[in-house]
């Protein structure tokens, strides 16, 4: 237990639902982020939040959409997706964006189906 | 384009062995290096970083990094595995130009340890 949860652990939708992971860290953290971790592929950093603000978007097409209210959550907002989007999606949230001293932290990631 | 590389992607050890797993990336500046492992069932946890000082990193468990420059490289090593440290390890750069702070990972190397 890290301190990161997040839900539903598993997801299946079909490409014109509209669904939401929900990230939550009970550490105190300030930023916060979200991954996405395909098959035979390297974790893809999406999206980071720092104190609510949004300071990096990786290209990520906008059928994803994220929301941060508080330093507390986060959330990934999805609709219209596409079966390649099916992925382990990961949230990590740490102190600060100094990754010399600031370890992020893994929530246990949500496994999204796209049928 | 910046990129990890971890060459063994499957490791089959016998308890006692040593471990080396390898990590090499590609970028000529400054970096932060780090190992993460996934127990099997369980969240992306930090076993160990590299930012600055002694290139030999001691981290949890009994794992050690070497940071050695020239040659790209951070491998993780344990002279004697054990059973439990069946898991995925994963190695990531940040490399530090400008007000970069993204983490670029590798694939991940999974190590099963018989008993």
């Known amino acids: 237990e890290t301190g990161v949860t997040q839900t539903p652990r598993h997801l299946v939708m079909g490409m014109t639902n509209k669904k939401s992971l929900k990230c939550e860290q009970h550490?105190?953290?300030?930023?916060m982020y979200w991954y996405k971790q395909s098959a035979k592929k390297p974790l893809e950093l999406m999206f980071v939040?720092?104190?609510?603000?949004?300071?990096e978007n990786n290209s990520v097409p906008s059928r994803f959409s994220p929301e941060c209210p508080n330093s507390s959550h986060l959330f990934l907002h999805l609709h219209t997706l596409q079966p390649e989007d099916s992925a382990l999606y990961l949230c990590?949230?740490?102190?600060?964006?100094?990754?010399?001293?600031?370890?992020?932290?893994f929530g246990p990631g949500t496994r999204l189906t796209v049928l | 384009a910046q990129s990890v590389s971890q060459h063994n992607h499957h490791v089959i050890l016998s308890e006692a062995a040593s471990l080396e797993l390898g990590c090499n990336y590609s970028?000529?500046?400054?970096?932060?290096l780090f190992w993460y492992v996934q127990y099997p069932g369980q969240h992306l946890q930090l076993l160990l970083k590299?930012?600055?000082?002694d290139p030999l990193v001691k981290g949890i468990k009994g794992f050690e990094a070497e940071f050695i420059k020239s040659k790209f490289s951070f491998n993780l090593r344990k002279p004697s595995v054990q059973w439990s440290d069946t898991a995925e390890y994963f190695c990531?750069?940040?490399?530090?130009?400008?007000?970069?702070?993204?983490?670029?990972w590798g694939l991940g190397t999974s190590l099963a340890v018989n008993p």
């Open positions: 990590a949230s740490s102190r600060g964006l100094s990754t010399s001293t600031d370890t992020q932290y």
């Open positions: 990531a750069v940040n490399p530090l130009a400008g007000n970069n702070r993204k983490l670029i």
């Open positions: 939040y720092n104190f609510k603000e949004q300071t």
């Open positions: 550490l105190g953290h300030n930023a």
């Open positions: 970028y000529g500046g400054t970096v932060n």
């Open positions: 590299y930012f600055s000082g």
